[in-house]
Every structure is written in structure tokens, then in C-alpha cells.
């Protein structure tokens, strides 16, 4: 029977599974990617990444268990145990300008942006539970954390680390590591976004998916008073995670 799958709970896991979980608009697919072009040897693009590093919500249990090992998966889930959990963390101030964006290319808002900040800064429910409760929700439990201003810095070492961190083996081969980086780089990314019309059919407005993948969008996007806001309710957890006011 084909079913698709909801919960990470839905996913019969394989011990050599890598699970890539964040809140959305986080990095999730630029990890997947890079983890799927270095353990599978392939050049993972927009037309193959559902057969090789699918998003949970893209796919269903007799897709999943045609992968072969390892498998990599990407989640936005609130905590749930899987084996090696790879959770990345972004600025909150950015992942809220990204998924304005985002939401604004699919259709799923129609507001200026003074809204959906209050929308954001209030926590509104939503599928995936508000940024800190995802946040907090694995902060005991992922097998590793990376930063995504870290990967912006220094990819290929914060790839080494995933790698040695969530497969069996504490040696990696260099030039894929370079191959890797280099295919998935944001640039390229974005290339074969517009090239083979990712979303294309699905969006509304000529939003890229790929928009823009900076750090400290924030310091320019939001007005002082929003910034302050901001770092007035989620001063302890940004501080927490040594994030700046």
C-alpha cells in the first residue's frame, strides 16, 4: 500500500539514515544537497533531489524505500527520534524575510510585510509549531547542530563535520568535498532553479526560491523599532545562541 508520508513517524528508518531537519527557509535543501552530491556521487539538482534527498512532505513509503543507503531526508518536524538528526539553525530575523518571501512566491499570504512580522514576533500557530518551539523542541536531542552563518563561512569544513558527525565513518574524501561544495554552491543552486522552472507551475509571483542566501538580511530589511521588538522577545534565546541585537 502507498501512503504518503506526514510524520517523521510515518518513515520505517534505516540505521544509516541522515535526517536534515530545520524550521523552513533555514538551509534545508542547500545541506540535502550537499550531503546527497558527496555520499552518492551524483550531481543533485531540482529535477532529481525527490529520488536521492527528498523532503519528507514530497514523497511517500514505497518512493522512500527505493533509495538506496544512505539515505538522506529533510524535515521541518518538531523533535521526534531519528538516527542521525542533522538540525540547522538560522537567525530567526533572516528565516522570517526569507519565508515572507517564499510565502508571498507560493500564494499562501497576500500581506505587507509589517504583518506578517507581527504574525512572526507573536508565534502564531502554524504546521511546524513557532521558530523557538521547533528550536527548543531539539535542542537535546539532534545528533549534531550547525549554524547556517557557519556554513556561509566555511562550507567545506562544516560539511566535514556532518559527515563525521552523522555517518559510520571518521574519514571523508576531499575532492568530493570540493565537488560538492562547488556544485551547490548558491549561485549554481539558483541556476538550475530558473534553468529546469523548480516551482514554476506553483508559484504566483516570480519569487525566487533561491532569493537571496545571506546572513544579517535583518540589519538592512527591518526598521529599528522592529529590530528592537524583535530582540525584546526572543532576547533569551538569541543570546542563548549568540546571536547579535
Known amino acids: 500500500m502507498i501512503f504518503m ?9 534505516r540505521k544509516s539514515d541522515i535526517f536534515v531537519v530545520s524550521y ?4 534545508n535543501s542547500w545541506v540535502r544537497f550537499m550531503l ?7 550531481k543533485t539538482d531540482w529535477t532529481n533531489f525527490k529520488e536521492h534527498c527528498p523532503m519528507m512532505y514530497h ?4 518512493s522512500l524505500n527505493r533509495i538506496k543507503s544512505p539515505r538522506v531526508i529533510g524535515s521541518h518536524e518538531l523533535y521526534d527520534q531519528v538516527p542521525n ?6 537567525d530567526p530575523r533572516d528565516v522570517m524575510i526569507s519565508q515572507y518571501f517564499y510565502n508571498l512566491k507560493r500564494g499562501h499570504i497576500d500581506c505587507e510585510f509589517d504583518e506578517w512580522f507581527d504574525r512572526f514576533v507573536n508565534e502564531k500557530p502554524r504546521s511546524f509549531g513557532s521558530w523557538k518551539e521547533n528550536v527548543k523542541s531539539w535542542f537535546n536531542h539532534a545528533d549534531y547542530f550547525i549554524f547556517y552563518e557557519h556554513l556561509l563561512e566555511d562550507t567545506h569544513q562544516e560539511l ?15 575532492d568530493r568535498i570540493d565537488k560538492s561544495v562547488e556544485w551547490c554552491r548558491f549561485e549554481n543552486m539558483k541556476r538550475l532553479e530558473h534553468k529546469q522552472g523548480y516551482l514554476k507551475s506553483e508559484s504566483k509571483r516570480n519569487i525566487p526560491f533561491m532569493r537571496k542566501g545571506k546572513s544579517k538580511q535583518w540589519q538592512v530589511f527591518l526598521s529599528n523599532d522592529q529590530q528592537n521588538i524583535f530582540y525584546n522577545k526572543f532576547k533569551g534565546i538569541l543570546d542563548t545562541l549568540n546571536y547579535d541585537k
Do not use: K
Open 5 to 13: 508520508v506526514r510524520r517523521l513517524s510515518d518513515i520505517q528508518t
Open 24 to 27: 523552513p527557509r533555514s538551509g
Open 36 to 42: 546527497s552530491t558527496y555520499l552518492h556521487d551524483i
Open 59 to 62: 514523497t511517500d513509503n514505497i
Open 85 to 90: 538528526s542533522v538540525y540547522i539553525i538560522r
Open 160 to 174: 566535514e563535520n556532518i559527515i563525521c558527525n552523522v555517518t559510520d565513518t571518521n574519514t571523508f574524501n576531499r
